[in-house]
């Protein structure tokens, strides 16, 4: 399957280790394609834009760069099978939620992973929030709580996926 890892890992240093060290490297040994967002955009150009001075010059780059890493990363759902989306933190990051969304409206299967052990639902029948919940879990996805479990949801799911299934709704 082509997989989008979506999530927040990138932005700091420990993330990005376990985000190419960890979930990128499982999903390449289960012979998957991965559509890694963090390396869509030509990094060179990202740290020319981040190497600017302070003020109007940089604010007006980040505004371009912008519009082209968020037209990579589009891309990258629209071509994917399956969304994989670490939902960490206290609360699920707000551009990970837009992807879910995104890969929701376009029929993807998401498979989201909480291995935070804080509470960050809205409520007790929630393990995050539940308009993110929902849009994975009627995607025909699932919330893994331990990263050793997500070689059998791939297979689970990529077994509904050869049978034709395409999750649960239909848009």
């Known amino acids: 399957m082509k997989i989008y890892t979506a999530g927040p890992l990138g932005f700091s240093e420990a993330g990005r280790v376990f985000h190419t060290d960890v979930v990128v490297r499982i999903l390449r040994d289960l012979k998957h394609d991965v559509l890694d967002p963090w390396t869509l955009t030509d990094r060179a150009k990202i740290e020319a834009v981040a190497n600017l001075p302070y003020g109007e010059e940089r604010r007006d780059a980040w505004r371009a760069l912008n519009v082209e890493i968020g037209a990579n ?99």
């Open 73 to 171: 990363n589009c891309s990258a759902i629209d071509r994917c099978d399956l969304v994989f989306v670490v939902l960490d933190g206290v609360d699920v990051d707000s551009g990970s939620a837009a992807e879910v969304g995104y890969a929701f409206a376009k029929c993807k299967v998401i498979l989201g992973y909480r291995g935070d052990l804080r509470l960050a639902a809205d409520n007790e029948g929630a393990m995050i929030n539940l308009q993110v919940e929902y849009f994975i879990r009627r995607s025909g996805g699932d919330i893994i709580t331990r990263i050793s479990e997500l070689p059998g949801a791939l297979r689970r799911i990529a077994a509904r996926l050869a049978s034709g299934a395409t999750g649960e709704y239909q848009i």
